[in-house]
């Protein structure tokens, strides 16, 4: 699913230049002395019912581009277009005022990490999973009793798990209640922020399966935030991999893991084991750590790790190279390669 | 076992260590054997709870006592059952002979000491070095771990390095006694990929180096694929399989080993389903009668509830053993 290549449609979501800082402050008048550029000028489209994914290292700013995306913080910058139907004007998320953006979240919802920290303990699940059809008016009573008793089978839950409590319920189980939150409103858009990475690996497949049914069922689009490469390559239509706020390279999967070409993206491929004993490894190990996103290097920001850095690298910052039609890349030192391959 | 040559130097018989929790019984461990060979490592995988965690501290003799305690079982360190030894015995194995790290390095560590003293303490205590010679190692060992400027590194407190120097540091304090044995429990675990193929290179570096062995316990079946020898699959308190890795991923035997490949979706092709183990790894306070995975597997049947299944040899030569009553039909999955 690639729809969002043709120019013809509109994408779900199409964010442009967000940006989001969070401002280092010292002493005790709070002297703003600096900026963390979590997420510094990043922009990318989700198509409907497509899986974009978003894939980095711890710091990299992925976690922090989809809670802006859906202002569970507020952007610094930039200019999030939403469009609900093909056709319909689109909408800057980033505009709306805090009412109506409550009252759009029917549209746009998430899935956390942690099925221990993201469902209150006191409250029932008939209680979580239907608090946002109460608050926006959808149902109550007997009816709300039914959808709630729908959307808990929906996810492979019993009807009956409605009256218990998280505590009663393993890590696959309270994920599945997590799922069937985001579900309640009739969503399109659905950010699942790590949303398997706490799982075992047999409760992983069931989770990502279910995933995968809901988008046929619903028609959803994801944005999918990972750092386990070997789920996203299975769920994604099409990734962008972060490094230090920004986009270093994105693509559709195929792109990605078969023709990568900036050099942190090919280094983080080549890191992930792969269930083959005895294959050979051409890893690129990378030197040292990610640098502190207070002070980024100057110019490409991976060059401190990069195999293949030359002197200018240290000087602008790369802009986007086209290598097609899906398929883009920030690095100096890509159309060179090209040209020699 | 047949392996040309090499000796075990640790064999873990019929352990069972189990912990009391509000006048019930949990049996963390119940019945688990593995042997580890010289100079090899040993990869445990399963999921949570099914009891990798446990056997490896109670081979350290770090099970909490109470609530729990080593029911039945020998842990024989070269020949030398650990689970007789006194805790003064212990002390002089523990870190000298068998040094363990941890999936948070961050809660190993004393975040009020350096990183320097907190070696230096471990190779004064149990190699009786004067306090310059111990400095002097701790910088060798963090240059050997691979940690850039030592010399201004040792005198750094654990919060400000980064989550993969301190799992460096760690290791460091590790070998810094030259152990035969290192327990690596998740090393990796809280680590970004980049860093964890790091620390993964780093340990078996310094396994070719030392020639020690490693037990290295994760749930990630793709880590034990490209750095372990033999493998030990673990479910419900018990090892259901154990073979050579190549042999295990070639050819593997048990329906739950089946399951976990057939739910990676490293080996599924794009578009596939992903198959499933239905259910959830059942409770250590209730097994299930008989085979504990009866109650998951597609082709149990009531004999599997009747009795326990042994862990048998597959072939002569014994180097790949299965615990199923039903290998006939799993061999069909």
Redesign the interface.
């Known amino acids: 699913m690639s729809a969002t290549t043709s120019t013809a449609e509109e994408p779900l979501i199409r964010l442009t230049g967000l940006k989001k800082y969070f401002p280092v402050e010292k002493g005790v008048f709070r002297r703003h002395v600096g900026d963390v550029k979590a997420v510094d000028d990043v922009s990318f489209q989700v198509g409907r019912q497509e899986t974009l994914s978003l894939v980095g290292e711890s710091g990299c700013g992925k976690t922090t581009a989809g809670r802006s995306l859906l202002r569970l913080i507020e952007p610094t910058a930039g200019e999030a277009l939403y469009c609900a139907e093909p056709g319909a004007a689109p909408i800057d998320l980033f505009e709306l005022s805090t009412k109506d953006m409550r009252r759009r979240r029917r549209d746009l919802q998430i899935i956390f990490q942690d099925p221990f920290a993201s469902l209150n303990p006191r409250m029932s699940v008939s209680h979580i999973v239907g608090e946002a059809l109460r608050v926006h008016g959808i149902a109550r009573g007997d009816e709300l009793d039914g959808r709630v008793a729908d959307l808990l089978q929906r996810v492979g839950l019993r009807a009956e798990a409605r009256n218990r409590f998280p505590h009663e319920f393993s890590g696959g189980q309270r994920q599945r209640i997590g799922i069937a939150r985001a579900l309640a409103l009739g969503p399109k858009f659905i950010v699942c922020d790590e949303a398997v990475s706490a799982l075992d690996v047999s409760i992983q497949a069931q989770i990502i399966n279910l995933l995968k049914d809901l988008q046929e069922e619903y028609h959803l689009s994801y944005l999918f935030i990972a750092h386990d490469l070997s789920v996203v390559k299975y769920l994604s239509d099409r990734i962008a991999v972060m490094y230090l706020g920004r986009i270093v390279e994105s693509g559709t999967t195929h792109d990605i893991f078969e023709r990568a070409s900036h050099p942190y993206t090919r280094a983080l491929l080549s890191s992930v084991p792969r269930p083959e004993p005895g294959r050979k490894r051409d890893r690129i190990v990378l030197q040292g750590d990610v640098p502190s996103p207070i002070s980024p290097p100057s110019g490409c920001h991976f060059r401190t790790r990069c195999p293949v850095a030359e002197e200018r690298c240290s000087e602008v910052y790369p802009t986007h190279v086209r290598l097609s039609a899906t398929h883009s890349a920030a690095c100096h030192l890509i159309e060179s390669e090209t040209t020699q391959a | 076992m047949s392996e040309a040559n090499r000796k075990a130097l640790l064999e873990v018989d019929g352990l069972r260590t189990y912990f009391r929790s509000e006048g019930e019984i949990a049996r963390a461990v119940d019945g688990v054997s593995y042997t580890i060979l010289e100079g090899e490592t040993l990869g445990v995988v399963g ?2 709870g099914c009891g990798k965690s446990v056997t490896s501290l109670s081979i350290m003799r770090l099970i909490p006592d109470p609530p729990g305690w080593i029911e039945a079982g020998e842990i024989r360190f070269r020949g030398r059952n650990l689970v007789a030894c006194s805790e003064q015995e212990m002390r002089q194995i523990r870190g000298n002979e068998i040094a363990m790290i941890f999936q948070e390095p961050m809660t190993a560590l004393n975040p009020v000491f350096t990183v320097g003293s907190q070696i230096i303490e471990a190779v004064r205590e149990h190699q009786g070095l004067d306090p310059d010679a111990a400095r002097a190692r701790a910088i060798e060992m963090l240059e050997l771990v691979g940690i ?1 400027i030592p010399e201004a590194r040792v005198d750094e407190y654990p919060h400000q390095l ?4 301190r799992q460096r540091v760690m290791i460091a304090m590790a070998m810094s006694c030259d152990p035969d044995l290192l327990i690596a429990d998740e090393p990796t675990t809280a680590l ?7 620390i ?2 780093l340990i078996a570096e310094l396994q070719e180096r030392t020639g020690m062995s490693v037990l290295l316990i994760t ?5 034990v ?3 372990a020898h033999h493998v030990a699959v673990m479910y419900a308190g018990k090892v259901v399989e154990y073979a050579p ?2 042999e295990l ?1 070639a050819r593997p035997r048990h329906p739950y080993t089946i ?3 057939r ?6 092709k ?1 578009g596939e ?5 239905p259910g ?2 059942p409770s250590a306070f209730a097994f299930p009668s008989g085979c504990r995975y009866r109650t998951r597997c597609p082709i149990a049947r009531d004999e599997c509830a009747a009795a326990e299944p042994p862990l048998a040899a597959l072939d002569q030569d014994g180097v790949h053993t299965v615990a199923c009553h039903l290998l006939e039909e799993a061999a069909k999955l």
Do not use: C, K, W, Y
């Open positions: 999921e949570s850039p980064s989550g993969g120097m970004d990929v980049t860093v964890q193929a790091q993964l290179d749930h990630d079946l793709a880590v694929a490209e750095n890795v190549e991923f399951g976990l490949f739910s990676l979706p490293d080996l599924a794009p389903r992903l198959a499933t183990i959830i790894v």
